[in-house]
């Protein structure tokens, strides 16, 4: 048990498919976070949500919508993806968003495949 | 912005040898956090050690240790006694504290560690 639970693990969806990726944790954080881990690269933050309200987006495409329906659950909506955006798509939460004494923790992430 | 670098995109160690990998940011802040995040082929991300700027005493978790250079923006990660499991990529991550930064944790591109036994 992770705390942080994360599906599909794999996903292989066509560019004009619309799928979700799941989040759930179970460790009663109030923050929750979409990074994009791609190969060789840094990870990249996508969306924070803090108490199920959006409080940042990293000029993230509108390809990708996120939804926060409690402070447990995040889902991140893809529709109409590139090939580029094939990568692993990773989950985590904290206590609080804005806090340094909290850290983050992960799921085990959903890789993405665009064909 | 505060950006981190991983010099070293692979590392080797000899089972129960010693091992460092290499972390620098850039950053304008007095004040602010780093971290050692693990990442096994499981693909979760683990936190594996901590440091707050403003301690001057290195942190330690039992086989994992940092060489903390404010003045040289360094951060390094030593893991003593390698084991096998210890086979993973290694983030070093920064933390701002600054509002202007929304306390952004920002990562460095990875090291992968094998361990050879």
């Known amino acids: 048990e992770t705390g942080v639970t994360q599906t599909p693990r794999h996903l292989v969806m066509g560019m004009t498919n619309k799928k979700s990726l799941k989040c759930e944790q179970h460790l009663g954080h109030n923050a929750m976070y979409w990074y994009k881990q791609s190969a060789k690269k840094p990870l990249e933050l996508m969306f924070v949500?803090?108490?199920?309200?959006?409080?940042e987006n990293n000029s993230v495409p509108s390809r990708f919508s996120p939804e926060c329906p409690n402070s447990s659950h995040l889902f991140l909506h893809l529709h109409t993806l590139q090939p580029e955006d094939s990568a692993l798509y990773l989950c985590?939460?904290?206590?609080?968003?804005?806090?340094?004494?909290?850290?983050?923790?992960f799921g085990n992430g959903t890789r993405l495949t665009v064909t | 912005a505060q950006t981190v670098t991983q010099s070293q995109p692979e590392m080797s160690v000899q089972e129960a040898e010693t091992v460092t990998l290499s972390c620098t940011y850039d950053?304008?802040?007095?004040?602010?956090?780093l971290f050692w995040y693990k990442q096994p082929p499981s693909r979760q991300m683990i936190l594996v050690i901590r440091q707050e700027a403003y301690k001057q005493q290195n942190a330690t978790e039992n086989r994992f240790s940092v060489n903390f250079q404010k003045a040289a923006k360094s951060f390094s990660l030593k893991i003593s006694d390698s084991q096998l499991g210890d086979a993973a990529m290694y983030f070093c991550a920064y933390r701002s504290l600054g509002e202007e930064y929304g306390n952004k944790l920002v990562f460095g591109a990875g090291t992968i560690l094998r361990v050879k036994s």
């Open positions: 950053t304008s802040e007095s004040d602010y956090y």
């Open positions: 949500y803090s108490l199920e309200e959006r409080v």
């Open positions: 985590a939460s904290s206590q609080e968003a804005y806090s340094y004494n909290s850290p983050l923790h």
